[in-house]
């Protein structure tokens, strides 16, 4: 299975505080490294590449041994509004004066439903 996998700017890296290789990923969701990267190709996780290395995952993305709730509706719904990975996560992690915060911390304190509703507006 072929894993495209976008290459991130230093503007958008640096909006994410803690990063996460596929390994650790996988280690932390208790899955194997394919089912880690089924879940980037399902759009249910997010990763890019920063330097010349595989993918990694912002660490907020994952709850314990879970994704995040509502995190996977959210990329979806961004992925509809033709956003791209790169700009998806830019998305996510640019705070937002009128939630406050940005949209990964709304979704993060449970407001994945009003933040799917603004990512829906983007399409228009």
């Known amino acids: 299975m072929t894993l495209s996998v976008a290459q991130i700017d230093r503007e958008t890296e640096q ?11 996988a280690r932390c969701l208790d899955v194997s490294i394919g089912r ?3 879940l980037l190709k399902d759009h249910k996780l997010l990763g890019v590449r ?12 994952l709850d314990g041994k879970e994704v995040m ?9 961004l992925q509809d509004a033709g956003y791209d990975d790169v700009e998806s996560l830019r998305w996510l992690f640019t705070p ?7 949209p990964i911390e709304a979704i993060k304190a449970g407001r994945h439903t009003e933040v799917k509703r603004r990512a829906q507006a983007l399409a228009f």
């Open 15 to 25: 909006l994410v505080d803690e990063w996460l290789t596929l390994p650790e990923v």
């Open 36 to 38: 880690a990267k089924q």
């Open 50 to 61: 920063r330097g010349s290395g595989g993918p990694q995952v912002p660490a907020v993305f």
């Open 69 to 77: 709730k509502g995190l996977p509706g959210t990329l979806t719904v």
């Open 96 to 102: 937002d004066d009128s939630l406050p915060g940005s």
